[in-house]
């Protein structure tokens, strides 16, 4: 048998943690030969909420889960983890200014940071699911300089995931026919979802979605918007935030990383940017990447038109602009 990978997830008291932790554990994260143990941190005032959820992944008894860590101390919670899910973060509440939440997870992200680098295994990987996601990362990424940068990433499964379900519906075909859309840059409403290269598995072979969906007025006009303004479309509809798809999202990015994407299929993650796309490097960006041996590569040589050149530089400018925010928080 396998010996239990240890998966941490902050903020797991929360709605997205709540759906999250039962896929863990029935193996939807890492696969179902796999053994988990799952570290479960969130704050003080969530700690008897916590001891709830503990309490509800014994009662599931499921067969891989191998023991439950839940707890508030941040070192006990990153000793040893393999996997680190940070869905913990401070939200935006209503009067906020920009600054203010990004002050407040600048702090949270840079002591993590540090927990993680000092306690977690050589080879954790780390993804950002918490709001702002990629500067989080970033953040996250400058202060845990030992861990490798190709280790943290961000989540922009869910917005790939989205885009991929708004195709499946517009030509009524399967979604698991559908590959190859990207996000590209800001999980964020500028973040741009491109079509130019996806295709859909049909009984004559592989074709282009540009040659099945001949409206180009929806394919850079609502079908854009419509993914980028998902979320608040679902909190309109639900009056909470995504959770299920979020969780799942996260599992998706998790197992392609580390068991591999399909042979001609890429997804699309957040990552440290080395300049591909002249995409400033330094930023944590969404970019298409392929997955093997536990490692992700940016797919490479994708033509750019001009009107996905600027959705491109707009998402990385706003990007810019997040990173020199959460700098000058660094220094307040
Ligand atoms: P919830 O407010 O339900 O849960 C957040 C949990 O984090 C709470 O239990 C809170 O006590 C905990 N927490 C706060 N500070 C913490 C800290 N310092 N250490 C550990 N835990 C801490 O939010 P939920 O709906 O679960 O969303 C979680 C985060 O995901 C938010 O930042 C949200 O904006 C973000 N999202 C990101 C998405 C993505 O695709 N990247 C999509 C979904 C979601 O909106």
Known sequence: AKDPVRVLVTGAAGQIGYALVPMVARGVM????????????DIPPAAEALNG???ELVDAAFPLLKGVVATTDVVEACTGVNVAVMVGGFPRKEGMERKDVMSKNVSI???QASALEKHAAANVKVLVVANPANTNALILKEFAPS?????ITCLTRLDHNRALGQISERLNVQVSDVKNVIIWGNHSSTQYPDV?????????????????IADDAWLQGEFIT???QRGAAIIKARKLSSALSAASSACDHIRDWVLGTPEGTWV??????????NVPAGLIYSFPVTCRNGEWTIV????VDEFSRKKLDLTAEELTEEKALAYSCLQD
Request: glycine share 8%.
């Open 53 to 55: 959820v503990k309490m």
């Open 300 to 303: 490479q040589g994708l033509s």
């Open 147 to 151: 861990i490798p940068e190709k280790n």
């Open 109 to 111: 992200y840079k002591s």
């Open 196 to 212: 130019n290269h996806a295709t859909v598995k049909t009984p004559s072979g592989e074709k282009p979605v540009r040659a099945l």
């Open 30 to 41: 890492l696969g179902p030969d796999q053994p988990v143990i799952l570290h479960l941190l």
């Open 226 to 228: 419509t993914v980028q």
């Open 268 to 277: 699309s993650m957040g990552v440290y940017s080395d300049g591909s796309y």
